[in-house]
Structure formats: C-alpha cells, structure tokens
C-alpha cells in the first residue's frame, strides 16, 4: 500500500517536470538530459539545471510533523544528489567538461557543492504520512558561470563607435549537429576567435553567460537577450574536432571586427546560438 502511495507520488512529480520540459520544447527552447524522476535535465536556453528530490518518512518518528521535517532535510540531499549528476555531463566547452574539472580538483568540487546547495525549491508535495518530493532549480550563471568561465580579457577590442545597429547576434547553426556548452566560440574560417567569453565583461558573464541556445529561430529573435533587433548570420560549419565551436564564413566573422559598427551588445552576451 504504501509502496503504491509513493509511486502515485513521484508520478505527479514527474508529470510536474516533463510537463515543464514539455513547454520548453514547445517554445523552442534548448533541453538535454535524461526526462527520468530521480534525475533532472539542463535547459541551454535559460540556463538552468531542473531536478527531483525524495525522502520517505521516518516511521519511527513520534508523530507526521517530525517525521515530515526528516523527510524534507532527505529530500533536499536526493535534489543535491540529482543536480550534481546532471551538472557533471555539462560541456564547458569543446573539450572539458565539469566533472573533468572536479575529478583534477577536489577544490573545484567543494566550490560547486557549496554553490548547487542554494538551489531553488520550485515545487514541494507533502504527503499524509510526513513523505516528500522536490522540484528544484539551481541557474548556471552567476557563481557557477563564474567559476568555470574566465571573461573580460578583450572586452576592449569590439568596436564601440557610432550608434549600434543591432541588439544582439542571432548565428543559425542548424544542421551542424553542435552540442551546447557554457563557454563555445565562434570562429572565422582561418580559426580565428571572433567571440567568447573573453569579450564578455564578468558582470555579463555571471548575469547571462556567454550565449543561450534555442532549436527555433522564430523564439531566439523573441528572447529578451537579442530582441527586437537581432543580427542574424548563418554558421558554416562546425570548428574543427569540436562539437561545440562554430565557424563562420571570413565575410561574416567581418561583422565582428567592423570599425564602423557598435559591437558593445557583444559584451553584454547578447548572442543566442540556434542548433538542431
């Protein structure tokens, strides 16, 4: 009977979450992860690492409300569990990944838990007999951003003169099977860095990444990040080895370098990525 409870349970918080899921997909927005209760899932386009959290009561406990507080204290460890296993598969960029990172620091890893564990509590179901489940969200910019991503070296060399024509880059790369990741660059056709982290200001950087990440062109030229006037370019091909960087035509990467246009908006992040 209770065994039947709790599956009732977790059936709810899983409808919850692949529902949201669901919405996202339907806007266009970039999702990835495995759609499972006890797990959770990245959405590129805002940023953001979903997961489930679980705790049973303590029978033992001497009446619901104690044993509802255990259960809520176990579930928020099961939601901290979750968003690491997710966080850990999130590319930084074409060659690392988190949990490359914490397996080559154990002081990498300490600084994560202790930014993942202020995670927000989207959702909370109580049951009846003082069991608990969790939807929580942690974001990837801010201190996270921070810590895996340097920004600012060459914020200095986009061009700022003039009124800027655009509020933001829109770089199609529809049928280049890119894979998304914290920190990508865009590439002229020599190699070349023509954007990344590095020309983002660190305020830019911890507020909104490098770039976000739609599948639908129509949603990525409504997203506040580039809207209502967004340079749209089509990407050539992907870096080479990478999965992650893109690389433009050389008369393209031009636009980034135009002495006669204002490409402050670059180091704000405003660039969204549109992939398959």
């Known amino acids: 009977m209770r065994e039947n409870f709790y599956r009732s349970g977790l059936f709810l918080v899983a409808f919850l979450l692949l529902s949201q899921i669901a919405l996202a997909q339907a806007a266009g927005e970039v999702t990835e992860g495995e759609l499972k209760v006890d797990h959770g899932q990245v959405n590129w386009s805002d940023h953001t690492i979903t997961a489930t959290g679980s705790g049973a009561p303590d029978l033992k406990a001497p009446n619901v409300a104690v044993a509802r507080l255990g259960a809520e204290r176990v579930a928020k460890m099961d939601a901290l569990r979750n968003i690491m296993e997710v966080l850990k598969g999130v590319r930084i960029d074409s060659e690392i990944t988190v949990e490359s990172e914490m397996v080559t620091s154990s ?63 829109i770089i199609d790369a529809r049928g280049l099977k890119a894979l998304p990741a914290l920190s990508p660059k865009i590439l002229d056709e020599d190699g070349k860095v023509v954007y990344s982290a590095e020309y983002l200001s660190q305020e830019a950087l911890e507020n909104s990444g490098v770039v976000a990440y739609f599948r639908d062109i129509k ?27 893109i690389v433009l035509s050389n008369a393209d990467a031009a636009k980034f370098r135009d002495p006669a246009a204002n490409l402050k908006y670059l180091a704000a992040g405003k660039v969204v990525l549109v992939i398959d």
């Open 219 to 245: 949603a990525a030229k409504k997203d506040d990040r580039v809207a209502p006037n967004a340079l749209v370019i089509k990407a050539l091909k992907l870096g080479e080895g990478s999965k992650t960087n």
């Open 107 to 169: 002081k990498m890893r300490s600084k994560i838990q202790g930014v993942i564990r202020n995670f927000k509590v989207l959702k909370t179901k109580y049951y009846s007999d003082g069991g608990v489940d969790l939807v929580v969200q942690v974001s990837l910019d801010g201190q996270l951003a921070g810590t895996f991503v340097k920004a600012g070296a060459k914020e200095a060399d986009l061009p700022a003169q003039g009124q800027a024509k655009n509020t933001g880059m």
